[in-house]
């Protein structure tokens, strides 16, 4: 396996538009940032993935872009940026942007010029079709719910978009599409941008004739995802995006493949075959999801996070390479989620972050995870400003006549708003975060839980991360060592080893909120062990045959 810097590092995630406000206009922005950048220096960074802040109408939160190369005045002027990269590079970062290319808001240059004609020169940039007996051209449902077409009356066709009407698919079948994407990619680069986080990417070929899928029994639509989930053409255009572009530049690439296997990302991330360094899969963040999607709520069986995690660290060992997160802009915080954001917030927070740092892979932190942030509950729909959750809850409730606080409890639980409240940065008013009215309200925990409380509290969610962080830049074998599952029928404890050379390290999980008895394994056998970290005071000397683990325990030897 080859070492890289991008194998070595920790990534953090900042979604700006709730990072740090500096002109109290209640939006986060780019010298919010600039602000905030010896906390991330000082944590223990090594790349910022920094989402989306092109020009953007907003539609959905800047996945939607309007102008590739030009930032969205809310954040500040392409001047706050080119200030941003050299004071992270000032500070031996780097910075990783979004790369939004599956499609593009409603409001491009290219599409405005695609409505105006069938002739159009931009016509093909975009999948516009006849509509098929009076109705759709093929019955896809978008992701953001409803049909994947919108009818425009102009030309009297319909244009594909698998998210929102306001994000339109980009044509890859078209190559002079991909060639203005490759030379947008290039632009950035040589502005000193160090890699790309590609949204969606598995989803830019489409199977051709874009045919109907299986509609289920009462549905009106059908997903479609077999059609253009890692479609039949994806390889061949990630192997043209390496050639063109990635392979001119010493930087990190990660892609967002929703419905990937393990096979799909062997392929994507086979060294050899040059296409992404790493993806982000979904498994594990669909295991408390029921068989009608993320909103239908289904307790987690740790048996089941344990085969799908193990499931990918054996799978792409020597072969590819994980991205580890369980965090980001669309899921909702894990210390509510798989944790115990109550009377045990601080110890599952960090036994969860334990189970992540210690995995083979590059570890992912989205902000506010590092000082154990929470869901939020807020008590209207009106107070919820993310589009797939307002789609949602109007389709249930007002076309489906659903309770409306079974619908709330979902969105409590699974909602996207979760990750986007404002980062709590100390208790004065909205946390620190700006001076003016916040775009989201902050979460109403924010005099308890912020960064200021965390940084003066040794004890901190905040200083375990920063410990993980230095243990992982000390021990090749966290980074590169092989995974083994312990105890794999156990559904309290989570125990794995990982392996290099003659090192070993063995990490032990309590998963619930009671005390639990940890056996080691006969078949365990070393001379001497070493605790590297433990989220409990713990007896150095005590034996590691038997370990009654406390409510949320996390202890991680290496033994020699």
């Not at 963040?285 to 193990?310: A, I, R, Y």
């Amino acid at each position: 396996m080859n070492k890289t810097w991008w194998k070595e590092s920790v990534v953090y995630q900042v979604y700006p538009r709730s990072f740090n406000d500096s002109n109290g206009d209640g939006i986060g922005d780019l010298q919010g940032m600039i602000e905030k950048l010896d906390y991330l220096k000082d944590l223990g960074i090594d790349v910022i993935w920094l989402s989306p802040v092109y020009q953007s109408p907003n539609d959905d939160n800047g996945y939607d872009i309007s102008d590739y190369k030009s930032i969205m005045d809310e954040f500040g002027t392409m001047s706050d940026w080119e200030q941003l990269i050299d004071e992270v590079h000032r500070r031996d970062m780097k910075l990783i942007m979004d790369l939004v290319v599956n499609h593009s808001s409603d409001e491009h240059r290219w599409f405005q010029e695609s409505k105006k004609s069938k002739d159009n020169p931009y016509r093909n940039y975009y999948y516009w079709r006849p509509g098929k007996d009076g109705k759709e051209p093929n019955n896809w449902e978008s992701i953001f719910s409803g049909s994947a077409w919108q009818y425009d009356e102009k030309t009297d066709e319909y244009y594909l978009h698998l998210f929102s009407k306001k994000q339109p698919d980009l044509n890859w079948e078209n190559e002079e599409v991909r060639k203005e994407i490759y030379k947008m990619m290039t632009f950035w680069l040589e502005k000193g941008v160090d890699g790309f986080r590609m949204d969606v990417i598995n989803l830019i070929s489409k199977t051709e004739g874009l045919p109907d899928a299986p509609l289920q029994e009462g549905k009106e639509y059908a997903s479609g995802g077999e059609f253009y989930m890692n479609g039949p053409r994806i390889h061949e255009f990630l192997q043209e995006m390496n050639r063109e572009v990635l392979s001119k530049y010493d930087i990190m690439t990660v892609g967002e493949t929703p419905g990937a296997t393990i096979d799909d990302a062997i392929l994507y991330t086979g060294e050899e075959r040059n296409e992404v360094n790493m993806v982000f899969q979904f498994e594990h963040m669909d295991l408390d999801s029921g068989p009608s999607g993320k909103w239908e709520l289904k307790p987690l069986l740790l048996t089941d996070l344990k085969k799908s995690l193990s499931k990918w660290q054996t799978g792409l060992d020597g072969k590819g390479w994980n991205s580890l997160y369980v965090n980001n802009h669309d899921q909702p915080r894990i210390v509510s989620r798989f944790g115990n954001d109550k009377e045990y917030r601080v110890e599952s927070a960090k036994m969860l972050a334990t189970m992540l740092h210690m995995m083979q892979g590059t570890p992912y932190i989205y902000q506010g995870e590092e000082i154990g942030m929470t869901n939020v509950r807020f008590d209207s729909i009106d107070q919820y400003k993310d589009i797939e959750t307002i789609n949602m809850y109007h389709e249930k409730v007002e076309q489906r006549n659903e309770d409306i606080q079974s619908v709330m409890n979902s969105i409590y639980v699974k909602g996207r708003d979760n990750a986007r409240t404002p980062i709590q940065w100390d208790d004065s008013k909205n946390a620190g975060f700006t001076t003016g009215d916040p775009w989201i309200q902050v979460n109403p925990n924010y005099k308890e839980i912020n960064v200021k409380q965390a940084i003066s509290d040794p004890n901190s969610v905040y200083h375990y991360y920063q410990k993980l962080i230095k243990l992982r830049k000390t021990h090749d074998i966290i980074v590169y060592g092989s995974y083994e599952l312990l105890l794999e029928d156990d559904e309290r404890i989570y125990a794995y080893t990982r392996s290099l050379e003659d090192k070993k390290l063995l990490v032990i999980l309590n998963f619930t909120d009671e005390e639990v008895l940890f056996e080691k394994p006969e078949e365990m056998i070393y001379d001497t062990k070493q605790l590297l970290i433990s989220n409990y005071m713990v007896d150095e000397g005590e034996s590691l045959a038997r370990i009654l683990l406390k409510p949320y325990e996390a202890r991680v030897y290496k033994l020699y």
